[in-house]
């Protein structure tokens, strides 16, 4: 990859980290019962139980859902595992959302001042050294892997195909993969001997692409990306699966968050 190409990359990830309603808008994050709650940075008092989430809106308050205004009572019904709706009021938005078993909500307001001050992210130069071929090996069955979570006493499970092998810096390595967002592509949480040095302590995440006939695969560290939580403590990523802790300097990607520098 030129360094052309991976800075138009870099740019298209950070002006999507900087999305108005992305994760650097977000104000809090709530974990919902039965019991009806208010909170300060969204309408409504919000509660779930086995029939799913329900906000129950006071005379004034109102959301909009798929283009219509919503007054009064409203039943979201029950959610998928990493699904989530987002109503929208003013110029801010609610996620509704369903992490680790728990149903939640996280209001994301444009206006966060977390959002306004984001000025990038630092990473390393790109270099074709960190650019590396593997093998995907699946697994005679998909396996469900359980992972901790950026939360604690949340805990994610996420179906895992297979395994990638390469091998870095001499050294013959091999990653646990999960499904990616397109069919056949996948996903690898990590860390490494630079997590809590020069990268963020707790993961990064690197896409691959689907392999070739012979399961032949790229793995690119230099798109090596920072989850969310690496910039709000607000989110719940998961954490990478033990196996997935190379004993390797991989020197490329992103690294630790100017918000998480001390």
Partial sequence: MSNQTWAAWHAEHEKNLADPHGFLAITSLNFLDATPRRFPDAPGEWSTGPGGVVVELAEGESLTIDGAEVTGRHEFGVLPERGGVFP???????EVAKRGG????RPRHPSNELRLQFHGVPAYEPTEKWAL????VPFEEPRDVTVGAAVEGLEHVYESPG?????ALGTPLSLTVF??????????????ETSGVTTYAA????????????????LDFNKATNLVC???DFATCPL????????????AGEKIPYERQS
């Fill in 88 to 94: 929208a009021y003013g110029e801010a938005v609610v």
């Fill in 102 to 105: 728990f149903d939640i909500i």
């Fill in 133 to 136: 071929t593997g093998r995907y």
């Fill in 163 to 167: 395994r990638v092998e390469f091998e």
């Fill in 179 to 192: 499904n990616g967002r397109t069919p056949g592509s996948f996903f690898a949480l990590f860390t490494d």
């Fill in 203 to 218: 993961n990064r995440s690197l896409a691959i692409d689907a392999p070739a006939g012979d399961g032949t695969v790229t």
């Fill in 230 to 232: 690496a910039y709000t």
């Fill in 240 to 251: 990478p699966p033990a196996e997935n802790r190379l004993p390797v300097a991989v020197e």
